[in-house]
RNA sequence: UCCUCAGUAGCUCAAUGGUAGAGCAUUCGGCUGUUAACCGAAGGGUUGUAGGUUCGAGUCCUACCUGAGGAGCCA
């Protein structure tokens, strides 16, 4: 911590390459082991975890008992001589000459959460702390990855991010599913639920945008794939069809998962995640319509009939035997939003396509190709009950220079729940909100 | 909103309607290569809340509270 001496700081993931060296950690203990004369501090530093070794023949009294009577979590600097130890965990180890305690938790008020087995309740209460454990650690580090992989193909794309407002004024799909803000004066205001009809907008001022950023649904859900504030990214492409929105969404999964598999090993050993799963998913993807997943799912005894929508067990069972995402289009027109582009020789059914994931994640996509004529929009928006004043803007687009365009919308804890392999999509966002839980 | 399940020590869980227990955590002691270390000892309880049945309730009944997972809806 003092400029004066020269012992260089490292962290525990650079550690390997100062073997032989004396270097200084800065971390929290992560675990500690002792055996009379000698005590092994794991010593964590969010960039890895190394165990240290203090021998008490070879340290000064003090500093022995300082180390032997550490408690979990306490934040300390370590100085030692970095060395390669195949009896470690992560190949090396250091050597204790000095250690500097930053913090020290009192036994009093211990860490509460030990090495042992949790409730999902107790860990959730303390999420806070909870972050700090191993398999919190790398399913946000994959979140990461899965972000910046997500921003780098579109930016290499010639997609322009063009953020949308959070605060909507109208509904995009009725109200019965937005969080009312009671602040502005003249008019009700919502959280936005989608950014889409926004860069409906934005992509005729650009030709290709996406927006990123939070999302808010006031659903009453309460299961594993269901969170009321979800991260959501949206790309909107002017002069695009169905079929480039479902080439786009294909190659941003693939480049995605991609970036994971080559930066995220480590992260994904820790998860347990089978890589194999993972690395099956290439181009090109499984394509059918509705009418051929409804014939599949009916032929596996599914009791759906057409016009209904798919529900969580039916996305399973399209998708049990399959190893990559399949797509599906060309979905009823009642089971869809208002905007979709109704097929030319179908009218019953819509340019809307469905990205359903392998393993029982299910939809992680879900977009399709926007109405572009006129009078088409207004019937569709008078059709469904909309006040058209509310759209003005929206019907403007239709007016100056219309073209067929298209986009889709990808929920990015879903997606990084299938890249973890996790059980429930709150594992993948630092601070869950849920219809039951908005501590902490 | 509806359905199902669960609340016992700080944590994870036991306990046929008959004296409330174990492991981990904490404290004390032991151990020079531990891998969720191990061995010995100690402290730690209004069994979610309120009623009811019973000689006797952690256990059975009712209501409520809290949480979990599923349906619907969605990403």
Redesign the pocket.
């Known amino acids: 911590m003092s400029p004066e001496h020269s012992t260089p700081r490292v962290t525990v993931a650079e550690a390997g390459r100062h073997a032989g060296e004396t270097v200084e950690i800065a971390g929290w203990l992560y675990?500690l082991?002792?055996?009379?004369?000698?005590v092994?501090p794991q010593l964590r530093d969010g960039t890895g975890i190394i165990?240290c070794?203090a021998?008490?023949?070879s340290l000064p009294e003090q500093l022995f008992e300082t180390l032997r009577d550490l408690?979990?979590e306490s934040s300390l600097i370590i100085r030692g001589k970095v060395r390669a130890?195949q009896?470690?965990?992560g190949g090396y180890?250091l050597d204790v000459e000095g250690a500097e305690i930053v913090q020290r938790v009192p036994?009093s008020d211990?860490y509460?959460i030990?090495?042992?087995?949790?409730?999902?309740?107790?860990l959730?209460d303390h999420r806070h702390l909870w972050l700090r454990s191993r398999r919190q650690h790398a399913a946000l580090a994959v979140r990461h990855e899965v972000i910046r992989g997500i921003r780098d193909y579109f930016d290499s794309h010639g997609f322009v991010l063009v953020d949308t407002p959070i605060f909507t004024p109208s509904a995009c799909e009725g109200t019965s599913?937005l969080f009312e803000v009671n602040y502005f004066d003249d008019e009700k205001v919502y959280l936005t639920q989608?950014g889409q009809l926004y860069n409906e907008a934005t992509c005729a001022a650009f030709g290709k945008t996406y927006c990123f950023g939070p999302t808010f649904?006031a659903?009453?859900?309460?299961?594993?794939?269901?969170?009321t504030e979800?991260w959501?990214v949206e790309p909107e492409m002017a002069y695009a069809t169905l079929e480039d929105v479902k080439q786009v969404g294909e190659e941003l999964i693939v480049s995605v998962i991609g970036r994971v598999l080559e930066n995220r090993r480590e992260e994904l050993k820790v998860l347990e995640r089978d890589v194999t799963k993972l690395e099956a998913v290439k181009a090109p993807f499984h394509r059918m319509s509705y009418d051929e997943a409804l014939a599949k799912l009916q032929s596996k005894g599914s009791q759906i009939q057409w016009g209904g929508?798919f529900?969580?067990?039916d996305e399973t069972l399209l998708t049990e035997d399959l190893d990559r995402p399949v797509m599906v289009d060309r979905y009823p027109t009642n089971?869809k939003a208002f905007y979709f582009q109704p097929a030319e020789d179908r009218p019953e059914v819509v340019l809307g396509v469905d990205f359903i994931a392998p393993e029982g994640y299910?939809?992680?996509?879900?977009g399709g190709q926007r109405i572009h004529d006129l009078n088409l929009l207004l019937k569709r928006i008078d059709e469904h009950g909309l006040p058209r004043e509310a759209f003005g803007w929206y019907i403007d687009l239709r007016k100056f220079g219309s073209v067929p365009h298209g986009g889709f919308?990808?929920?990015v804890?879903?997606f990084v729940a299938w890249m973890c392999g996790l059980e429930?999509?709150r594992e993948t966002i630092a601070f869950p909100r849920?219809l039951?839980?908005t501590k902490p």
């Open positions: 675990n082991r002792r055996s009379g004369k000698i092994f165990q070794v021998l008490k023949s408690t979990q130890e009896r470690a965990p180890e036994e211990p509460p030990t090495p042992k087995d949790h409730g999902i309740d107790f959730m599913t989608s649904r659903e009453k859900s309460k299961t594993r794939r269901h969170l979800f959501m929508d529900g969580n067990a089971v299910g939809e992680v996509i879900g919308g990808m929920g804890e879903r429930h999509i849920m039951y839980r």
